[in-house]
């Protein structure tokens, strides 16, 4: 497993006995904040997750570091985009700079293309898309997403893409004295 992508057969039949997919990214914490929430998209009805949280993994290996909590498991009822409050065992506490990853398992019952990737066509290889996302207060912020994939076009083109998996998180509020 690698950061940013999925595991899957692109060559695989559309529909039929459905399949597994790993999704991951590693994310560094901006400041003093609490990990709350990981967003990703599902590509099937009833598509079930597992979801686990690391802190400092190794390079290239999101899948390792210390793991917080347990796993959390559900599913999504439809397709789609879901955001998934984390159980409160997977509410890391992030100092600056501490990395930190989200790695997600997605089991589709009928669809075989689990893993949705995002890619930008057309601005050439050195542009890197920043998606806008909303803090806890409401403020917009700047969420930068570095893929770690590339999935050629036909005619030899060549894309960067991401596997389409967030975070959210949470700076911690002050209490008046």
Known sequence: MS??????????????????AYLAN???AKGNET?????FYTTDEGTSYAIDVYLNPAEGDPASGTKVGGTQTGSEAY??????????????????GDTFSLV?????PLYKNVVPAEAVIGRGAE??????????DG??????????HVF????GVEVPVNAALRSRTKKPTLKAE
């Open 3 to 20: 950061s940013g992508t999925g595991a899957e057969d692109p060559d695989a039949p559309s529909t039929g006995e459905g399949a597994a």
């Open 26 to 28: 590693v994310f560094t």
């Open 35 to 39: 990990l709350e929430a990981a967003s």
């Open 79 to 96: 397709p789609g985009y879901h955001t998934v409050e984390l159980d409160t065992d997977l509410r890391a506490s992030l100092q600056k």
């Open 104 to 108: 997600v398992r997605l089991e589709n």
């Open 127 to 136: 542009f890197q898309p920043v998606y806008v996302g909303k803090d806890a």
């Open 139 to 148: 403020n917009e912020v700047p969420m930068v997403n570095n893929p770690a």
């Open 152 to 155: 050629s076009l036909p005619l």
